[in-house]
Structure formats: structure tokens, C-alpha cells
């Protein structure tokens, strides 16, 4: 598993947000922070599921805090950009998903943070400071939901 102080490696991904066209998949690039801003990237098993759509709804209720800490908060799980999108407009999420849906969870494997014999992501959490590095690491385990109060407290040890 990433642990703290290691480069976090980059991605290119399809995400819930619009392309040009206005079907979801416009591409993101956790380099394209680098520099200017902290990211959290809440890596988290599937869409729609119990625990999922809960504690995912926690960073869309915080998410003035996140913008107050300089953060870009990024969902990120094996589900593809047209489910990302549903579950964002369902759930009001303003904050961006993206699909790490081919190969499957190859960016969550690069973690450490794939459950292989389920196939899908763990739910964790990867503080990403504005040099790239790993600030804060948790894998919270899968019926666990997050804490985010602890989660800005990370990001005030970033800044």
C-alpha cells in the first residue's frame, strides 16, 4: 500500500464531468493539480451502494470546507464515467468521479488499494499535497465509512 512521503503515481482518467459533447468522460489528470492545489482522492468501492452513496454525500455536505482548505476533493472507483455522471446527478455531487474502469482498478492496484478477490476498490483515502507525495493514507475497510473531520485535519497539516 502508498504510504506516506511517496510519490502518488499520475492518472489519466474519464470522469463524471461533460466532454465537449456533453456526454460524461471528460478526461482528468491528477498532474494537472500539481502546483496549485491538494487533492483528496476518495477511493471507494462502487456507486450506488449503501455505504457508498452515505459516506460519499459526506464530502458533498463538507464541501465548502474542502474549497476553504484549497482542495480539490476526486471520487475514484471501477464504475464507468456514464455511472459516475448518473450517481453525481442523483446524489448532487459537485466534485468530480472518476472511472478507473479499464483495465479495471489498474490506478487503485498501483495504490495498493484494489480488492482483488472482489474486484472492485478500497475505501480509502489518499491526501495528495501540491508536490505530488502522499500527505495522509488510510485504507478505512469496507463497511467503515470516513471520517471527514479527521480527513481536514490532514489537510491543515498539508498547508
Same mark, same amino acid.
Given at each position: 500500500?502508498? $504510504?506516506?512521503? *511517496? %510519490?502518488?503515481?499520475?492518472?489519466?482518467?474519464?470522469?463524471?464531468? &461533460?466532454? #465537449?459533447?456533453?456526454?460524461?468522460?471528460?478526461?482528468?489528470?491528477?498532474?494537472?493539480? $500539481?502546483?496549485?492545489?491538494?487533492? +483528496?482522492?476518495? @477511493?471507494?468501492?462502487? /456507486?450506488?451502494?449503501? +455505504?457508498?452513496?452515505?459516506?460519499?454525500?459526506?464530502?458533498?455536505? *463538507?464541501?465548502?470546507?474542502? !474549497?476553504?482548505? %484549497?482542495? %480539490?476533493?476526486?471520487?475514484?472507483?471501477?464504475?464507468? #464515467?456514464?455511472c459516475h455522471a448518473?450517481?453525481?446527478?442523483?446524489?448532487?455531487?459537485?466534485? &468530480?468521479?472518476?472511472? /478507473?474502469? !479499464?483495465?479495471?482498478?489498474?490506478?487503485?492496484? !498501483? @495504490?495498493?488499494?484494489?480488492? %482483488? *478477490?472482489?474486484?472492485?476498490?478500497? $475505501?480509502?483515502?489518499?491526501?495528495?499535497?501540491?508536490?505530488?507525495?502522499?500527505?495522509?493514507?488510510?485504507?478505512?475497510? @469496507?463497511?467503515?465509512? $470516513? /471520517?471527514?473531520?479527521?480527513?481536514? #485535519?490532514?489537510?491543515?497539516? +498539508?498547508r
Open positions: 500500500m502508498i $504510504r506516506v512521503g *511517496d %510519490e502518488v503515481p499520475d492518472f489519466e482518467l474519464p470522469s463524471s464531468l &461533460p466532454t #465537449a459533447s456533453g456526454k460524461p468522460g471528460k478526461p482528468l489528470k491528477l498532474s494537472d493539480y $500539481r502546483g496549485k492545489k491538494a487533492v +483528496v482522492l476518495a @477511493l471507494y468501492p462502487l /456507486d450506488f451502494s449503501p +455505504v457508498c452513496s452515505g459516506e460519499m454525500s459526506c464530502f458533498r455536505d *463538507d464541501f465548502a470546507q474542502f !474549497q476553504g482548505a %484549497e482542495t %480539490e476533493v476526486i471520487g475514484v472507483s471501477v464504475d464507468s #464515467a456514464w448518473a450517481f453525481a446527478d442523483k446524489m448532487g455531487f459537485t466534485f &468530480p468521479l472518476v472511472a /478507473d474502469f !479499464q483495465p479495471r482498478g489498474a490506478f487503485a492496484r !498501483q @495504490l495498493g488499494l484494489f480488492e %482483488e *478477490d472482489k474486484g472492485f476498490t478500497s $475505501r480509502a483515502t489518499v491526501i495528495v499535497d501540491r508536490a505530488g507525495k502522499a500527505a495522509y493514507v488510510k485504507n478505512h475497510g @469496507l463497511g467503515t465509512p $470516513r /471520517d471527514n473531520a479527521e480527513i481536514l #485535519a490532514a489537510l491543515r497539516e +498539508v
